[in-house]
């Protein structure tokens, strides 16, 4: 593969950016509901 | 449950036309593997302009029906669609190096136009954290929010109206919807890569305006307990 560098490090910052950002959303929400449930 | 389902599907499809994309269909003649990069890059990009239209529409609902759920849906799509931007920028300065020899211009237009697409809503999520007042947060994020999506149609066209490095559209430009700049299997390949981010979109979505909700929530719950403090002490006098 050329620009094998390149290739990786977009698709490397791009899906693990995705899957980054969707994990913190997952989680931010489980300790919100959380904190719901605990009446707090 | 339905949610959790969309979540599976997205990620699924995403796996699948990043595998495709990577190893399934060809490389180009000229830019070699470099190209590649197009497919995250611009489903990136159309996800950022998606988001932001989604943004403003939702302030023009807050400022039209004054429900909180509107100011919920803007916040959940600017924050996703600055994510979504960061990821075209950083595609395109991985695309530029290898293409152009450079990966930043600010000459060119298309560049400089998306830079001030990031920065003006990355400023709509600062501006929200500025007053604790649901209200009054949600009318000037809406305002805001119309204001700056007027900068999306400026990104997309700025191939068009002016020259600079960047290429021209291969798809969504009016004259090539039926006659895209590429051939077939890259047009199919970005199609299949838009559609799986899409999905992934929708996803993120549904569980930022969840959260944003929940906030809501609590935000409303403390401004009764500080009302109902006050006007206790108030009794008590």
């Not at chain 1, 050329?2 to 910052?13: C, H, M, P």
Request: cysteine-free.
């Amino acid at each position: 593969m050329t620009d094998a560098g390149y290739v990786i490090a977009a698709y490397g910052v791009i899906i693990g950016g995705l899957a980054l950002y969707a994990y913190s959303v997952m989680r931010r929400l489980a300790a919100k509901r959380n904190d719901r449930d605990e009446g707090r | 449950m339905k949610t959790r389902i969309l979540g599976i599907v997205a990620l699924v499809a995403v796996a699948a036309m990043v595998l495709i994309a990577l190893f399934v269909v060809p490389a180009d003649l000229n830019q070699g593997d470099a190209q590649r990069i197009m497919y995250p890059h611009v489903a990136s990009a159309w996800l950022a302009y998606l988001s932001f239209g989604v943004t403003a529409l939702a302030g023009i609902g807050w400022l039209w029906k004054r429900d909180i759920r509107f100011d919920a849906v803007a916040l959940a799509a600017a924050e996703i669609g600055v994510v979504f931007t960061a990821f075209a920028i950083w595609g395109g300065m991985m695309w530029g190096d290898p293409v152009w020899g450079v990966m930043w211009q600010w000459e060119d237009p298309r560049l400089t136009t998306t830079a001030l697409l990031l920065a003006l809503y990355v400023g709509y999520l600062l501006l929200r954290r500025l007053t604790d007042d649901p209200e009054r947060r949600a009318t000037r994020a809406a305002i805001v929010g119309i204001v700056a999506a007027v900068d999306i149609p400026i990104v997309h066209f700025s191939v068009e109206w002016w020259r600079g490095l960047h290429q021209t559209a291969t798809i969504g430009s009016p004259d090539r919807v039926l006659n895209p700049a590429a051939p077939m299997v890259f047009v199919g390949t970005l199609i299949g890569m838009v559609g799986a981010f899409t999905l992934a979109w929708a996803y993120l979505i549904i569980r930022r305006y969840q959260l944003a909700r929940l906030d809501v929530e609590r935000d409303e719950a403390a401004r009764i307990e500080r009302l109902m403090s006050a006007r206790t002490a108030e009794v008590a006098r």
